[in-house]
């Protein structure tokens, strides 16, 4: 009797364990591949730009479009203007979740910073 339920618990997790993938939202990677780099808050890079320096990060939240029409990560308490770097986002993608890894940018050290990304994955 012990032996079949433990049969069935190990068929279940088995089960389970292949079907878990399956259940995830689908993930859409532009750019390069996620290396899995400290995730930093939008709100604390535009607070202290320079407390990041040159260093590659992550930022994650909502793909979203600035009013000038530019591609933005949004989180909870703000939003960065997002350029990708050797690729580009699909249009479909804007208001999905997304995570992005690269560096700030700014050209010749102006307002406004913006998050150049290497990488980034979609998740809808």
Do not use: H, Q
Request: a positive charge; hydrophobic letters at 50%; zero cysteines.
């Amino acid at each position: 009797m012990r032996s079949s339920i433990v049969t069935v618990v190990r068929v279940a997790a088995a089960i389970a364990t292949l079907a878990a993938p399956s259940l995830a939202a689908p993930t859409e990677i532009y750019g390069r591949p996620l290396r899995g780099l400290t995730l930093v808050r939008v709100s604390e890079v535009l607070r202290d730009p320079k407390a990041v320096g040159a260093r590659a990060f992550r930022v994650s939240g909502r793909l979203a479009r600035t009013p000038a029409g530019a591609l933005a990560v949004e989180d909870a308490e703000a939003a960065i203007p997002l350029e990708s770097v050797g690729f580009s986002i699909p249009d479909p993608a804007v208001g999905a979740r997304i995570a992005a890894e690269g560096r700030l940018g700014a050209e010749e050290n102006r307002e406004p910073v913006r998050f150049l990304a290497d990488g980034v994955e979609v998740s809808r």
